[in-house]
């Protein structure tokens, strides 16, 4: 296994990741070497335009998919070859939040078991601290995102669109994870309510001490919760900087159109 020496306080480091789809008869190129370094407590947004590969790249960096060619390091281990049976670390301390929390939460489980379940994967499971209560746990997280304490033995359709993206979060955290990962986290809530849930996961990360990965089509979502931005375009990252440089002073057309198409974007979804 390639080992490389992480400088202090790097969590991730990618090098030329490449990843092509089979689409039909057509092959699609979704990430076109893509070089990407994290630190520890750093909130990195991810923006471009729909299809420019920033789900690939998260679903990569979270090991749930592999490169066509190119390395993934997390914590100076490379895990883009490990077999599944040793992602364990990967799967406890990097967590997803996906777009839509009616797909990504089982509707006939009750909220207290989904929220468990990553507790009871065998490969969580030997990265925990023995003993790990579930309920207790249960009952820490589901405060964490300020849901009521019974909310446990209901189901997901007993909520709101918001709170169900507030289960989504508290299972992300159950594994006390160092890394949060939001693929659009909001884009699928009403308007009225992406306000809160963006408040609460800018309160988390401080709480928690995470490490935040947030995708957003929608900049205003990622200017409100991230210190770096990398902006992608047809599977390349074609612009990065910390966030106020990127917003003040873009280098790009393609970013400043991004910019000027906020209140246009903010309505569409993806
Ligand atoms: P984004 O999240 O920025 O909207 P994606 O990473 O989802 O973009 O997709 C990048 C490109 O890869 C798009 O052209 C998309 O259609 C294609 N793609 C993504 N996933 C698949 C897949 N499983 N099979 C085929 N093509 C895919
Ligand atoms: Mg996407």
């Avoid at 910390?242 to 917003?247: D, G, I, L, R």
Wanted: aromatic share 4%; net charge neutral.
């Amino acid at each position: 296994m390639a080992e490389h020496t992480a400088t202090p306080g790097e969590l991730y480091r990618a090098e030329a990741l490449t990843r092509r789809y089979r689409d039909g008869g057509r092959e699609v190129l979704a990430l076109d070497s893509v070089d990407l370094h994290l630190d520890r407590g750093q909130r990195l947004g991810i923006v471009g335009e729909s299809g420019s590969g920033k789900s690939t790249l998260v679903r990569l960096l979270a090991g749930l998919d592999r490169p066509t060619s190119g390395r993934v390091w997390f914590e100076g281990t490379e895990i883009t070859r490990l077999p599944e049976r040793d992602l364990g670390v990967l799967r406890a301390s990097v967590q997803m939040v996906f777009q839509d929390p009616r797909s990504s939460l089982n509707p006939r489980m009750r909220v207290g078991d989904i929220i468990t379940e990553p507790l009871r994967s065998r490969l969580v499971r030997r990265q925990l601290p023995a003993g790990t209560d579930h309920q207790h746990r249960l009952a820490e997280v589901l405060e964490a995102v300020d849901l009521p304490e019974d909310a446990g033995r209901r189901y997901p359709h007993e909520f709101s669109g918001g709170q169900r993206q507030r289960i989504a979060i508290a299972r992300a955290l159950a594994p006390k994870p160092e890394v949060l990962i939001a693929d659009e986290p909001v884009s699928a809530l009403d308007v009225s309510v992406r306000a809160q849930v963006l408040n609460l996961l800018t309160d988390l990360v401080a709480s928690q001490g995470l490490t935040l990965v947030v995708v957003s089509h929608d900049l205003m979502v990622v200017r409100h919760l991230c210190d770096r931005l990398v902006v992608m375009r047809q599977g390349r990252i074609v612009e990065e900087g910390a966030t106020e440089t990127v917003y003040e002073t873009p280098a790009t057309a393609y970013t400043r159109a991004l910019l000027d198409a906020v209140p246009r974007i903010r309505t569409s979804r993806g």
